[in-house]
């Protein structure tokens, strides 16, 4: 079983950064998508951004020029850069470090999820 844990959540205030970290253990992290996704309280998880095998991301309208997502196989980790953040970035932010896309969509295999890291931001 894939192991992921997420890091680097924290508070913030408004138009602050934070860098989230995913580590996944595993030999075919280089092979797999990985995304990011986000819950805020009484919401949907919702997805955030993805990057592929190859290096192609993706990323929602919402956080589309504010945030940056990244990846160093060596490491086994994938990166959130989260600029200009705003009260409603404010959710759990997890890691799904076994997506593909099917389409225009991400889908998230089971047993990849790490725990999440949670992300508050003031106003």
């Known amino acids: 079983q894939v192991q992921v844990v997420e890091s680097g959540g924290g508070l913030v205030q408004a138009g602050g950064s934070l860098r989230l970290s995913c580590a996944a253990s595993?030999?075919?992290?280089?092979?797999?998508?990985i995304a990011w996704y986000r819950q805020a309280p009484g919401k949907q998880r919702e997805l955030v951004a993805d990057?592929?095998?190859?290096?192609?991301?993706n990323y929602k309208d919402f956080v589309k020029g504010r945030f940056t997502i990244s990846r160093d196989n060596a490491k086994n980790t994938v990166y959130l850069q989260m600029n200009s953040l705003k009260p409603e970035d404010t959710a759990v932010y997890y890691c799904?470090?076994?997506?593909?896309?099917?389409?225009?969509?991400?889908?998230?295999?089971?047993?990849?999820w790490g725990q999440g890291t949670q992300v508050t931001v003031s106003s």
């Open positions: 990057i592929g095998s190859d290096g192609s991301t």
């Open positions: 595993g030999s075919t992290f280089s092979l797999n998508g």
């Open positions: 799904n470090a076994g997506v593909y896309r099917r389409g225009s969509s991400v889908v998230a295999r089971a047993g990849y």
